[in-house]
């Protein structure tokens, strides 16, 4: 397959440029903000649409926050430490999954306790909303050229711009269609009727786990780290551990609980 060699700046308008990895994430909290409000409508939910729009203003700045700081620390502290002004070039790309989560927690945390709700309440709530944001990430990455996966001969393979002449899996692909898509499909519809405390947000934690934990078989580490053991471990891999033990534990805690739906 050929790659479209899509140009990452969506508009210039003089010295301003518009790039469409910054679009995905405008995209992606609107998808989230609509679909939270639409949630929100269900008479058990015990959320109203003004709840939403704050909530989700608290969420932007935890995603991008934590993102951004999670891959500073994860992953490429070194370079940042040597040019601190790279921490905010976004559109660059070098944003993390883990550490925008740690930062949605975070803020979840401190919004309940200014709304009176608990942090599993809100994740409860919000986990169904999250893959939608993976997507459009993803697609930001394929854009960009950047996160392709290992060399392969088959059909789907891509070659990609600065990777080497040999066609490589588009990896980002691959888990748009799982953390996103699926990831979405499967939470939305369990997620449709009134479940027990942190079973939604047990199932994203599983899914997500899973899908990742998967497509890095496929996908190439990030550069500046290479793999940690054995020439197939990657941080990805490891750094989604806690989060599928924790999605565990919160679907087994549910299962004692499922008179508190």
Request: aromatic share 16%; proline share 7%.
């Amino acid at each position: 397959m050929q790659y479209p060699n899509i140009d990452p700046v969506a508009l210039s308008l003089g010295p301003v440029q518009l790039h469409w990895y910054g679009l995905m994430y405008v995209f992606a909290f609107a998808a989230g903000w609509l679909l939270g409000r639409w949630r929100a409508s269900r008479p058990w939910s015990g959320w109203k649409a003004d709840m939403v729009d704050d909530y989700v203003t608290w969420v932007m700045l935890g995603v991008i926050l934590g993102a951004r700081l999670g891959y500073v620390l994860f992953y490429d502290l070194s370079v940042y430490l040597a040019d601190p002004l790279e921490v905010f070039k976004l559109w660059n790309g070098g944003m993390s999954f883990h550490g925008g989560l740690l930062g949605v927690v975070t803020v979840s945390w401190l919004w309940g306790r200014r709304n009176g709700k608990t942090l599993v309440e809100i994740l409860d709530f919000v986990a169904p909303l999250v893959p939608t944001g993976l997507f459009f990430g993803r697609i930001g990455n394929f854009i960009n050229a950047e996160l392709w996966g290992r060399v392969t001969d088959s059909p789907l393979g891509m070659v990609f711009p600065h990777a080497g002449p040999l066609p490589r899996h588009p990896s980002q692909l691959y888990e748009a269609g799982l953390e996103g898509l699926l990831t979405f499909a499967i939470l939305w519809i369990y997620s449709s009727k009134p479940r027990p405390r942190g079973a939604v947000a047990g199932l994203f934690g599983v899914l997500y786990s899973l899908s990742r934990i998967f497509v890095e078989f496929f996908r190439m580490p990030d550069p500046q780290l290479g793999y940690l053991f054995g020439g197939w471990l990657t941080m990805g891999q490891v750094l989604c551990l806690p989060l599928l033990a924790a999605g565990l534990w919160l679907m087994f805690r549910a299962r004692s609980d499922k008179g508190n739906a």
